[in-house]
């Protein structure tokens, strides 16, 4: 498989579940994003991985908790959502990150994100 | 702060040109981006712009930007049906790497 995959596609969940968003890329690329899309909003950035370190939390509420074993895999832990929460959550990866390094390091690939629903 | 304007809908006919327009604030970006979003997937990089340039074509998309007025803007020429979709412009700025800010995406839909 190639590029960068995330499952499960969709999810329904209840304010008091706790589940897990997976992404993988197989690119070779060294950082790995979380982003939430909302309609009518901007894409927010949540969380930033280089080389399997954290170096952007956006302010996220911890009800939402990454996880980056390595390089290639990227999870998202949910626990006591609000029905705010609810939207297409999209991961993406790049080569590089913080270089500057124009589009060729600094492209972000995307996933076809998770469409959560929090009832 | 960063802040990335765009318009929430477009409609065209076929054949018809289409322009999208993006507004930004922060006088420092690198790069400005056109990420394009099909239904039911990610953003997929369409074309980018580097600051000091204020035009690129490729083959139906032309960007312009207009550095003093921080307006970019993504023309698609002859749209077809399968250009329907939504449209992000992002930007990096100078000491944030490769931090994209996004706008909120134009939804543009092709009329036949």
């Known amino acids: 498989e190639t590029g960068v995959t995330q499952t499960p596609r969709h999810l329904v969940m209840g304010m008091t579940n706790k589940k897990s968003l997976k992404c993988e890329q197989h690119?070779?690329?060294?950082?790995m994003y979380w982003y939430k899309q909302s309609a009518k909003k901007p894409l927010e950035l949540m969380f930033v991985y280089n080389f399997k370190e954290q170096t952007e939390n956006n302010s996220v509420p911890s009800r939402f908790s990454p996880e980056c074993p390595n390089s290639s895999h990227l999870f998202l832990h949910l626990h006591t959502l609000q029905p705010e929460d609810s939207a297409l959550y999209l991961c993406?990866?790049?080569?590089?990150?913080?270089?500057?390094?124009?589009?060729?390091?600094?492209?972000?690939?995307f996933g076809p994100g998770t469409r959560l629903t929090v009832l | 702060g960063e802040d990335v304007e765009q318009s929430l809908f477009l409609s065209v006919r076929e054949g018809d040109s289409s322009v999208i327009n993006c507004t930004y604030t922060d006088s420092s970006s690198t790069y400005l981006y056109w990420y394009k979003q099909e239904p039911g997937a990610g953003l997929q990089l369409l074309t980018y712009?580097?600051?000091?340039?204020d035009m690129k074509q490729d083959q139906r998309l032309t960007v312009l930007l207009n550095k003093k007025d921080k307006h970019l803007s993504l023309r698609i020429a002859d749209t077809q049906t399968g250009d329907s979709a939504i449209y992000f412009c992002a930007e990096s700025t100078t000491g944030g790497g490769n931090k994209l800010t996004f706008g909120t995406g134009t939804q543009l839909k092709v009329e036949l």
């Open positions: 993406a990866s790049s080569q590089g990150y913080g270089l500057a390094g124009g589009p060729g390091v600094d492209e972000q690939f």
């Open positions: 690119l070779g690329h060294n950082a």
């Open positions: 712009i580097f600051s000091n340039m």
